[in-house]
């Protein structure tokens, strides 16, 4: 589903990350996790093509990504609210988004009946903009937003942070209902090590924008990367 | 306390991020209010000379007292544009064991320190030691002046309470154009003398002090209404503005038919309507529509065959004036969300093909809005008209152009007067072509044949734009796209 290989971006004489090569399938759920600085967000705007990479190429569906667009179809993401339109009601974007996916309105109806557990009655039909929403409710905005259009693959940085406790739980449930479904795959980055262990059946771990291990046994996982980070 | 206070908002101004990185822009903008204030001054020292110019052998104190209303409703008309409201530094006192009354002066007092606070002194001492010194002494002088300082002062803190209860709101909006249509009514109708209504008061300043006594009590007054508004809403909720969707309703169905720029203009009008700075935009287009009536009557410009060649430029800005001021800034509205249109499938393309889409809209309504002109002669109608193609034909492509050039972000819920953010040496060069592109193509035809010859080149040129208009809105497409990764990280820097 995506390839990366010889990826290289650097600074000046900065060297933020430095991949030789990096699949991942179709369905996996691939987890990244890294101390701050590791690169784990840059990775992931080079995948959405928002920074240039200094060298080497990102393919998704076998389309480089800063060379074509259609790849965008088949992508959804939220990194940050840069990625939102803060100054709409939730349901005016979600509104927006559904004309620009082409989707009908009933289409719009099962997407969000998806996520009412999560949304806990906060987000919708309330009359308040993005921008003023709390920073759990805007992620969960997010996320809603990043898994409209059928995506195959969705992208999600950091999506446990600034949530609940019970709102993690529901979200965790739901990546989980969606991979075996309908076959999304999901990139996650976090830092809370129980949840990425939890749903992710594949994690790499960055330092210093490379990858130090590539872990897929789902026992060995946990330790492994307690391991690492206690140091 | 109170000084700590005040070195803690100096320290706070100089160590701001803004002002490391725009310290050039600052310093230009210290240096222009330098210069406008001489100006003033020097308008002050000549006021003299001007008003016996117009009014030859009349009494000048007379005159000036019964035009001063005047000068009172434009400073009412710039402060309610210029003045900007104490409250945002609010939010990092609130919490600390100081008395909210205190914080509230020292915002207040704060305010009070600006250059709009010695226009009127700057522009009427002057006059005052030339004049009224020589027939009434000093007392006159103290008396007199201080009336006028403390209209000026009076309104100063009627505006800082004006501003922050009204601002935005219907009743705002409605009193400005009550206060222009008042004067409007008094100079331009001429249905009433304003200046002799008001004329006594300050002929009376001249002899008494009771004027004076009495304006200082309305400062007094004033700046209790506005202190006392302030310590009632000291509050986060109250003063950090959040909104309400006031505006939820508010979309053209008409613009879904052009698919999806058409869904981008519409987004784009809702991110128009709710920010502070492109509302003020808006704004302005609405007044600039009334930019004709300084030209269109005026004698100064009437010629024997054809007309005026200003009227070229007048028209250009008052079909365009949108497009030249909301389009120089192109990609800077989008600048907290860029990352958006990244990332949907050509989003980027319907984000500017629907950010044209809203250009022609609002070029078209200005149009329309200015065929009451014609009222002045059918020919105006003609100008706007070739205009308006030119415009939309030509111009939105070159302004859109140069404003792609470096890109930067900002706050759209800051003011937007005085407010540089975003700006940089591309939003001055646009001037040019803005200024020279009408007649480059006008003047020869106008000189070779006659002025309507070079309407209608002007208006063929719009057309044929427009015609085009597919292959000149893909230059700047791939123009966004080309560098879409350096306006992305641009963007996403701190302000």
Partial sequence: MIQISQLKKQYKDAVVLNIDSLEISKGQCFGLVGNNGAGKTTLFRIMLDLVRATEGYVKIAGQDVSKTEEWKSIMGAYLDEHMLLAYLTPDEYFETLRKIYGMSEADLRNHLE???????????????????????????????????????????????????????????????????????????????????????????????????RDLREKAEMMSELEAYFTG | MFFTLIRLQILKSFRSTAFAKSLLANLLLGFLALLLLSYVLGAGIFLRRIIEHFADGEDLLGVLNSYLVFFFLTEFMYRYFVQ???????????????????????????????????????????????????????????????????????????????????????????????????????????????????????????????????LVGLVVGAYSLCFLFYVSNAYLEDLSEEENVRFVNQSFGWLSRFGMPGEMANVEWKLIVRHKKSRTFLMLSAFFLLYGLIFYNNPAYKSEDGFSFIFIFVGVFITGIFMIQYGQLFLSWNSSNFDFYLSKKSGVEALVRGKYLLFFGISMVCFLASVPYAYFGWHFLLIHLATFLFNIGILVHVIIWFALWKPKPMDLNKGAMFNYEGVGAAQFLIIIPMMLGPYLIYVPFSLLFNDYIGLFALGTIGILGIIFYNRLAQININRVLNNRYEISSSFRQEL
């Fill in chain 2, 84 to 214: 900007s409201l104490p409250v945002i530094e609010l939010e990092s006192l609130l919490h600390l064991p100081i008395g909210k009354r205190k914080i509230i002066h020292m915002l207040l007092f704060r305010s009070f320190i600006s250059p709009l606070s010695v226009i009127a002194l700057l522009l009427f001492l002057p006059f005052g030691i030339q004049v009224v010194l020589v027939s009434y002494g000093w007392m006159g002088l103290v008396t007199w002046l201080g009336s006028i300082l403390m209209t000026s002062w009076t309104l100063h803190w009627f505006m800082l309470w004006f501003k922050q209860r009204f601002e935005d709101s219907l009743i705002g909006l409605l009193v400005v154009f009550g206060v222009l249509l008042v004067g409007a009514g008094s100079s331009y109708m001429g249905w009433y003398n304003l200046g002799e209504i008001t004329k006594p008061v300050f002929d009376l300043a001249l002899v008494s002090p009771f004027p004076f006594l009495a």
């Fill in chain 1, 114 to 212: 998806k996520f009412m557990e999560l949304f806990n009655g906060e987000v919708l039909e309330k009359k308040k903009y993005i921008r003023d929403l709390s920073k759990g409710n805007l992620k969960k905005v997010g996320i809603a937003a990043a898994m409209m259009g059928n995506p195959e693959v969705v992208m999600l940085d950091e999506p446990f942070e600034n949530l609940d406790p019970s709102s993690q739980i529901r979200l965790k449930k739901l990546i989980q209902k969606e991979t075996e479904n309908s076959k999304i795959t999901f990139l996650i980055s976090s830092h809370d090590l129980n949840h990425v262990t939890d749903i992710c059946d594949r994690i790499v771990l960055l330092e210093k924008g490379k990858v130090i």
